[in-house]
């Protein structure tokens, strides 16, 4: 695997701190609380989209997405369909309310509505949920950086975090708005370019659509599954039912969400920049998608490893399964050259029966890559060394690293570094708002702006610290951006269905909410286990959805019991 020289270096180094210096230039010495927290409500519709569209588009999505689709095709997408909807739901009913009590964060809201402990209960389960997922999207360009670099984890996590941390905590909302902006524009840039490069590198014959043929002869396009399996994790009906609850409690309910069109001029500019992203994100995870579809299309020309992960790789050569390893590696090269003559007989035929043979050395090649991580697991236990077997989030820097030309290479890491750096910022800035004016200004006597965007700051960089120790004991799960999902979805569900009774269930109020709230908690976390061990079949994107209706059919049935509670305000 090649490294990176100095135009990557270069490239990469006056991307980042471009980005990071501009930011903290522009929108240092915020004075008071609206400035710092709501970016002093001057953002625009479009800086307010993309910055919305950067909170969640975090390095995950860059390292992650195209390994989701090299391995189980374009069915993914399905998980957005709900985002439309959300966002119309959220424009019509949040953000106007939001708006008309002039709220520092969403939580500020269910103490109107509700009381003092709901409003702490749900920021405590929000901090919760973004604190881990901050966490996370730090350990993302820390695995790609060790793997570029040879450096360990540990050290790029701390980098990372404080990188981020010294224009967060300088800026406020502002700062991770101004960059937020910048670092998109970087990011479509860099994956237009890696997508013509990936098109361009397949062999002359073999065009665009050639290219898609193939992925399609190999069930990687299958976009759309009706089905009503609980089986298949992303369908159709997961994705409007589970990803409309999921999108409507990230969004309207998530401070991270929440605080970026907050900084709105208007109402109409925090609704306009909410629909420029629900028209704009499923055609950018789609076009993600089918850039690690292209990357499989590569790799049916040019020959892959065993395993995406070099370190693995490496470690296998030296180990005591050497041999087997060695083995498995023969194997996969064997059913590659028979791929090769099959898919120039389909080239030449077009015969779907030729199709089914592409798609039988596709599944031998993957029973040889689950053998190989077997084997690996096996090693690292032996070795007591942990080893990271799954390889799904290596695939898409794999090819970046050895197939895209000088500069290049630098651009596409300052691509999955810059979302990296934007998402972490906004987790960053909401969990220290949410803390500041949810949790501790409710319980200290009142004190100055000043003093209050100070512990602001002060919050934001305990929280940045919190996120570099929960990056440097995370590991990799089945595929990170799934992780961040399952983070989501065990707590989403429950929050929004707070929400949605302080919207539409105004009989209902809160000690009966709270403590529904509570039971829900449990259940949800209980069912997520039930099924990890496969005593239930739930995927997780229906979490959002149970855990919603669980928590507003207990609320009403307490409420029944509870007739003499007094009334809350509204």
């Not at 709900?82 to 309310?97: E, K, N, R, S, Y």
């Amino acid at each position: 695997m090649q490294m990176l020289n100095w135009v990557d270096w270069t490239v990469l180094a006056i991307t980042l701190v471009a980005i990071v210096a501009y930011g903290t230039l522009q929108t240092r010495g915020s004075k008071n609380v609206k400035d710092y927290l709501r970016g002093g409500n001057t953002s625009k519709w479009w800086t307010i989209g993309l910055s919305v569209m950067a909170t969640q588009a975090s390095a995950i999505t860059f390292l992650s997405t195209p390994g989701q689709a090299f391995n189980d095709g374009m069915g993914f997408v399905q998980f957005y369909f709900g985002l439309p909807i959300a966002m119309i739901v959220i424009c019509l009913v949040f953000i106007p309310l939001y708006h008309r009590l002039k709220v520092y964060t969403a939580y500020e809201f269910l103490e109107n509505r509700f009381d003092l402990k709901t409003r702490t209960l749900a920021a405590i389960l929000f901090l919760i949920q973004r604190g881990l997922a901050a966490g996370i999207t730090i350990f993302a360009p820390a695995i790609i950086l060790s793997v570029v670099l040879g450096w360990d984890l540990l050290t790029l996590n701390i980098a990372i975090g404080l990188l981020v941390i010294i224009y967060t905590v300088s800026g406020g909302t502002r700062a991770v708005n101004v960059t937020q902006k910048h670092q998109m524009v970087v990011i479509f840039i860099g994956m237009l370019v890696a997508f013509f490069i990936i098109v361009s590198k397949l062999p002359e014959d073999i065009t665009f659509t050639k290219a898609l043929e193939i992925a399609g002869a190999s069930g990687k396009m299958e976009v759309l599954d009706f089905s009503f399996s609980l089986d298949n994790r992303y369908t159709f009906w997961s994705g409007i039912i589970g990803g409309t609850f999921l999108m409507l409690s990230y969004f309207g309910t998530d401070q991270s969400q929440v605080q970026r069109y907050l900084s709105g001029k208007s109402v109409r500019e925090m609704q306009l920049g909410l629909i420029f992203n629900g028209l704009l994100k499923i055609p950018m995870q789609f076009f993600i998608l089918l850039v690690g579809v292209m990357v499989f299309v590569f790799y049916q020309f040019n020959e892959a490893p065993v395993n995406f992960n070099p370190t693995a790789t490496e470690m296998m050569l030296q180990s005591d399964y050497a041999e087997d390893y060695k083995k498995l590696q023969e194997e996969q090269s064997q059913i590659f050259r028979d791929k090769q003559k099959i898919i120039e007989a389909y080239n030449t035929s077009g015969k779907p029966e030729t199709a089914a043979f592409i798609t039988a050395a596709n599944a031998a090649n993957d029973d040889i890559r689950k053998e190989a991580r077997v084997l690996i697991d096996k090693a690292s236990l032996k070795m007591d060394m942990k080893i990271e077997s799954n390889d799904k989030d290596y695939v898409f820097i794999h090819f970046i690293l050895n197939n895209l030309p000088r500069g290049l290479i630098g651009l596409l890491l300052a691509v999955i570094l810059s979302a990296a750096m934007s998402s972490t910022a906004s987790e960053l800035n909401a969990l220290g708002s949410t803390t500041t004016m949810d949790l501790y200004k409710r319980n200290v006597s009142e004190k100055t702006e000043q003093q209050m965007v100070k512990t602001s700051r002060w919050f934001t960089f305990l929280w940045g610290i919190i996120a570099i120790g929960v990056a440097c004991i995370a590991n990799l799960f089945e595929n990170l951006i799934q992780l961040v999902n399952i983070i989501g979805s065990i707590f989403y569900g429950n929050i929004l269905g707070i929400f949605l009774l302080a919207f539409f269930f105004k009989f209902v109020k809160g000690n009966a909410v709270f403590i529904a709230a509570l039971i829900t908690q449990v259940l949800i976390i209980a069912l997520y286990f039930l099924n990890e061990y496969e005593y239930i079949n739930l995927p997780f994107l229906w979490l959002n959805f149970v855990g919603c209706t669980i928590v507003i059919c207990i609320a009403c049935l307490l409420q029944s019991l509870l007739k003499n509670e007094k009334p809350t305000a509204t």
